[in-house]
C-alpha cells in the first residue's frame, strides 16, 4: 500500500479549495508535528480533510456525510474506522498540537481587528459559545449503559479571529 503524506492529499495542479485552505494545516503536519498516521485507509492528513469537510457540510449526520463521500465523491471510508477515529486519544492530541502550531505560525500574521479601542489593548477579549448536546448514537455511555451528553466550549479570540 502506498504511504499518504499530508502534501499528496492533493497533488494535482487544480486541487479542491478545501484542499487549498488546508495547505498550512497539511505543512504542519509533513513539516513539524511528531508521531504523525501517514499510512491505512485514514491516515492524519485525511482524517483532518473529512473532520473538517464534515463541519462545513450540510450532512444530517456523520453517516450521512460517509455516504455522501461515496455517492458524491467516489471515496469512501468505512463507518466504524471514521467514528473509532474521533474517539482516538492520540488523534486528539495531534489535533491540539496542530492547533497550537497554526495559531503560534499565524497570529502574526493577523491584524488586530480591535486595534480601534486602544483601550482594550493587550487586553484578551474573547467571545465564548457553549453546547450541550442531549446525546447522540456515538455518544460514550456511563457505568449504567446510558448515554452520557456532550458539552462543547468553543473561544474565539476577538483581537486575532483565531
Known amino acids: 500500500m502506498r504511504s499518504i503524506t499530508a502534501s499528496s492529499v492533493c497533488p ?4 479542491r479549495v478545501l484542499d487549498q485552505l488546508l495547505r498550512p494545516a497539511f505543512h504542519i503536519l509533513d513539516h513539524y508535528l511528531r508521531d504523525v498516521y501517514r499510512g491505512g485507509s485514514l491516515d492524519d492528513a485525511r482524517f483532518l480533510r473529512l473532520g473538517v469537510g464534515r463541519v462545513l457540510g450540510q450532512s444530517a449526520s456523520g453517516r450521512d456525510f460517509l455516504q455522501g463521500l461515496h455517492e458524491i465523491h467516489g471515496e469512501g471510508v468505512a463507518r466504524s474506522t471514521f467514528f473509532d477515529a474521533l474517539h482516538n486519544i492520540r488523534r486528539r492530541d495531534m489535533l491540539a498540537n496542530l492547533n497550537a502550531e497554526l495559531v ?26 457553549g453546547h450541550h448536546v442531549e446525546h447522540a448514537v456515538h455518544s460514550p455511555d456511563d457505568s449504567k449503559g446510558s448515554k452520557v451528553s456532550s458539552n462543547n466550549l468553543y473561544l474565539l479570540c476577538l483581537h486575532s479571529a483565531l
Request: avoid cysteine; charge should be negative.
Open 104 to 129: 503560534l505560525r499565524h497570529k502574526d500574521a493577523q491584524p488586530d481587528l480591535l486595534a480601534a479601542f486602544p483601550a482594550l489593548a493587550g487586553v484578551p477579549v474573547f467571545a465564548i459559545d
Open 12 to 15: 494535482d495542479p487544480n486541487p
